[in-house]
């Protein structure tokens, strides 16, 4: 209980730290996304559906997709082809969580 505490509340911060570090665009449905998706993790770590090495996998995944973010936003424009390959991005990883979730592989 107290390691799903503490991944819970690492996976936080680092929810935080990739949006602060975004730059000066602000896009809320993109951000939205990221937070719900962040939110599925969690609950799929304390409910036991994910394991250890899905929950690094789909961790991965959303780092690379926040890290996408910033640089696409670090000229100061998100362009209409960046956000669109950033949502492509994000339904690719929301996929990837349900799959994750729903394989019968559970935590023990």
Do not use: C, W
């Not at 730059?23 to 394991?51: F, M, W, Y």
């Not at 250890?52 to 959303?62: D, H, N, T």
């Amino acid at each position: 209980m107290k390691a799903t505490k503490t991944i819970a509340t690492a996976l936080s911060l680092l929810i935080v730290s990739g949006t602060a570090f975004a730059g000066g665009i602000h896009d809320p449905v993109v951000n939205k996304r990221q937070r719900h998706q962040q939110k599925r993790i969690v609950q799929g770590i304390r409910s036991g559906e994910l394991t250890k090495r899905e929950v690094l996998r789909l961790e991965k995944e959303q780092t690379r997709i926040r890290r996408e973010e910033r640089r696409f936003k670090a000229d100061g424009v998100l362009t209409k082809r960046e956000r669109i390959k950033l949502h492509r991005d994000l339904d690719r990883a929301s996929r990837h969580i349900y799959k994750e979730k729903h394989d019968n592989q559970k935590r023990y």
